[in-house]
């Protein structure tokens, strides 16, 4: 098991950054590959990026790409999520999660909350216009 602790949230002005922190539990977190949804106010928790155990792959939903990056520490058993030209679209609940079933193929794989076993409380981001 891992349990996931999220921070680093805050309120931004459009077009500022944010730098969102992940802290994974456990001896195993390079077993497990990460990703990061969010939950904007009356929609559906959609995903935004993955990162495969080693770090060596990367996958974005195109309303981020160009704009975030996710990176993970082993060592440390962090995740991170930079987000830069922040808009206020961006605003929403995010969640750090953790699939603990190998890595993904294919962005579809990455994607699927349902391939997921592990979620954080999620960390509140509000970006101002």
């Known amino acids: 098991q891992v349990q996931l602790v999220e921070s680093g949230g805050g309120l931004v002005q459009a077009g500022g950054s944010l730098r969102l922190s992940c802290a994974a539990s456990g001896r195993t977190f390079s077993s497990y590959a990460m990703g990061w949804f969010r939950q904007g106010p009356g929609k559906e928790r959609e995903f935004v990026s993955a990162?495969?155990?080693?770090?060596?792959?990367?996958y974005y939903a195109d309303s981020v790409k160009g704009r975030f990056t996710i990176s993970r520490d082993n060592a440390k058993n962090m995740v991170y999520l930079q987000m830069n030209s922040l808009k206020p679209e961006d605003t929403a609940v995010y969640y750090c999660?953790?699939?603990?079933?190998?890595?993904?193929?294919?962005?579809?794989?990455?994607?699927?909350?349902?391939?997921?076993?592990?979620w954080g409380q999620g960390t509140q981001v509000t970006v101002s216009s």
């Open positions: 990162i495969r155990r080693s770090g060596g792959r990367t």
């Open positions: 999660a953790a699939d603990g079933a190998g890595d993904c193929s294919g962005y579809g794989c990455a994607a699927a909350r349902s391939r997921y076993q592990y």
